[in-house]
């Protein structure tokens, strides 16, 4: 794509591939994807391809065979290498081509050495999906991307499905594949009047969509309003048990089969920040969902039902109720209800994807219902893309998490990002933030693999080996930093009411959306115990809750997500809690000034577009750091009068 960033899949990566000469065997369309990848690569750098789709094995003198020895829609492949041949096997299509990107990710490795015992490779979870929220028509306070932070959509343009560009919808299928991504939702979970008609009328542009994605194993969702029956077909009622609504719902999920024969279903935020939802018609959210189910079980299809179910219209001065509550009471009750293609999709904290939250104590909560965990790629509270923020340890950290002795990794049906890429010419708005992108994509594939190394091999394919450890150096610690200049200690929050950037430290503590800090001139954090608090501690099972119960047992990093203390409470890291506001704060800037030292270092190895595009955002971080910096040791100097034991300049 001409002036478009290559991200992970610059040509030189396709080298080591397209410098030999390789085989392919087997047929359909995804098999002609893997044929034209190779054949380009070749036609760049001599090398050759042949293609047999019959059954026998031809002995040729090849360096790579990949076969396709099935005709399942499988995404797992063996690989090996034996007799001086590199071999990619895959019973099923989609297989063959993760298995033409492994060969890319492992580059001239993939080519040498001795003979290579098989190794399979197969995804942990089934579902690796993107969910977009984006608008098909500028919306007046939102614009186009809801929470986007890199131009407008991808998809949409002029309020239609973008024409001729298409081929970069294509382009970003290819991306999302090479790093294992299968699934993508092309609109805005907050389905406005535009977009609703995406379900009916508006299917035909979907519908090209798919066709753009399609080569690249990626099946496109869609998100509808619970209230289309209304909307759009002119019932008086959208109430889910009602047989006319039922029967409008099958009629029309049946005209998105017809024109998408491989829709993979629908993503459903009700009774959510103002969405209509069952709760009108006096119905629970497996009536809802469930009759979304019945609609699609004919043909396949999966509704991604979300669980940010809470009151967003909470009076501040009411303490009894706890925003960090909601999901699990709204869900738990009905475990065991959700038909078999309902997946509940819960974010990965109790509140709304800050910096630091405990994980969310519905997940491992539900045995009997299908789990999708939701992370958020755009950097929604994290820097919205001009801060450096690599999400992946944070990320880890989560799928790592046993709430009961299962790692939520393997509790999880599904993994879901919220995307952080529209048409900025570096797909991310901040170049860095395609690390975001791309490791979310491989730890849905390998939940328990390395996020330093999944970052390094990022840096690799979309820098090659000479700028690493500078760009590892950059990005690694990047989440910690953010967290050390912003609000402290898990309490969240604190940001600009609305936009969400940049620090307003009592911005949303009068408001009604349940997000409250209690700080007095005595001390801060909200009180969540079973004894003294909320008793959302008590959502956990039992060791957790004995973890968070006590002050002197919760991690550091949670101690005000879960308790109201005293400024001088004593960290188990021994410096008190104001002591550790100030000094993470002046520490978190000076990461901040160190790293962009490392990148002034890096001008000749990335590329002077990409280094111009960060240094400038550098600039922005450091200045946007510093004011968090100001903002939030001078409101707790002046609420607790206590000095910075070492002095330093605080307002
Ligand atoms: O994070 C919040 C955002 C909303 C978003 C909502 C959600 C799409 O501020 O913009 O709406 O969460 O997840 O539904």
């Not at 009108?280 to 179910?309: K, Q």
């Not at 940049?502 to 349940?514: A, F, L």
Request: proline letters at 6%.
């Amino acid at each position: 794509m001409q002036g478009v960033d290559p991200a992970w899949l610059p040509d030189e990566a396709f080298r080591p591939i397209g410098t030999r000469r390789t085989l392919i065997r087997g047929s359909g369309p995804l098999v002609d994807t893997v044929h034209g990848e190779v054949a380009e690569a070749c036609g760049r750098f001599g090398g050759s391809v042949s293609r047999d789709s019959a059954a026998a094995p031809e002995p040729g003198p090849y360096d790579l065979v990949l076969e396709l020895t099935g005709t399942e829609g499988g995404e797992t492949y063996t690989f090996g290498r034996g007799d001086g041949r590199t071999t990619v096997t895959a019973s099923g299509a989609s297989g063959l081509l993760y298995g033409l990107f492994h060969v890319v990710r492992l580059g001239e490795a993939a080519f040498h050495g001795g003979d290579r015992q098989r190794e399979q490779h197969a995804p942990a979870l089934a579902l690796r999906m993107l969910d977009h929220w984006d608008n098909v028509a500028v919306h007046p306070v939102m614009g186009q991307v809801e929470r986007g932070y890199a131009g407008g959509s991808l998809f949409w343009a002029d309020g239609r499905a973008r024409g001729e560009l298409l081929g970069r919808v294509r382009a970003y299928g290819r991306l999302l594949a090479a790093c294992g991504i299968n699934a993508v939702a092309v609109n805005n979970v907050n389905v406005h009047e535009a977009e609703a008609r995406l379900l009916t009328d508006r299917i035909g542009e979907v519908a090209r969509i798919a066709g753009a994605l399609r080569p690249y194993g990626i099946r496109t969702h869609l998100s509808v309003t619970f209230a289309a029956p209304m909307v759009l077909g002119e019932l008086p009622t959208a109430d889910p048990l009602d047989e006319a609504v039922r029967a409008w719902w099958a009629e029309a999920t049946a005209r998105v089969y017809e024109a998408i024969p491989d829709f993979g279903g629908f993503v459903v935020k009700a009774d959510s920040e103002g969405q209509p939802g069952p709760f009108a018609y006096g119905r629970s959210h497996a009536d809802g969902a469930n009759m979304l189910g019945a609609a699609l079980e004919p043909y396949g299809g999966t509704v991604h039902w979300r669980a940010f179910v809470y009151d967003h219209r909470q009076d501040w001065r009411d303490r009894r109720t706890d925003r960090a509550r909601a999901a699990y009471d709204h869900f738990v009750p009905l475990d065991g209800q959700f038909a078999g293609n309902a997946v509940l999709q819960v974010k990965h904290g109790p509140m709304d994807f800050q910096v630091r939250e405990p994980v969310s104590p519905l997940i491992g909560a539900m045995p009997r219902t299908r789990l999708a965990v939701e992370m958020q790629a755009t950097q929604e509270y994290t820097g919205q893309q001009r801060h450096v923020c690599w999400l992946g340890p944070l990320w880890s950290e989560v799928l790592r998490f046993r709430p009961d002795g299962v790692p939520v990794a393997d509790l999880a049906d599904a993994m879901v990002a919220v995307s952080n890429v529209g048409d900025d010419p570096f797909w991310t708005g901040h170049p860095l933030a395609q690390a975001n992108l791309y490791t979310f994509g491989r730890l849905a594939w390998q939940p328990d693999a390395d996020p330093g190394a999944i970052l390094d091999e990022w840096i690799r394919l979309a820098f090659g080996p000479g700028p690493s450890s500078g760009l590892h150096a950059v990005l690694d610690g990047s989440w910690r930093t953010y967290e050390k200049y912003t609000a402290p200690l898990g309490v969240g929050w604190m940001v600009q009411p609305g936009h969400h950037y940049g620090p307003s430290v009592d911005g949303y503590e009068y408001s009604p959306w349940g997000t409250y800090h209690f700080a007095d001139r005595d001390g801060i954090g909200v009180d969540r115990s079973v004894t003294t608090g909320t008793g959302y501690a008590g959502q956990y099972s039992k060791w957790w809750a004995e973890v968070y119960e006590s002050p002197d047992t919760c991690p550091d990093e949670l101690l005000l997500f879960f308790h109201h203390v005293a400024y001088g409470h004593v960290l188990r890291s021994g410096k008190t809690v104001i002591q550790h506001i100030y000094d993470t704060h002046f520490e978190g800037v000076e990461e901040v000034e160190a790293a962009q030292r490392v990148w002034a270092g890096l001008a000749d190895l990335v590329g002077p577009a990409r280094h111009a595009r960060v240094a400038e955002l550098h600039e922005e971080q450091l200045r946007s750091a510093r004011e968090w910096r100001d903002q939030i040791n001078s409101y707790f100097l002046r609420k607790s009068g206590v000095p910075d034991a070492h002095g330093r300049r605080i307002y």
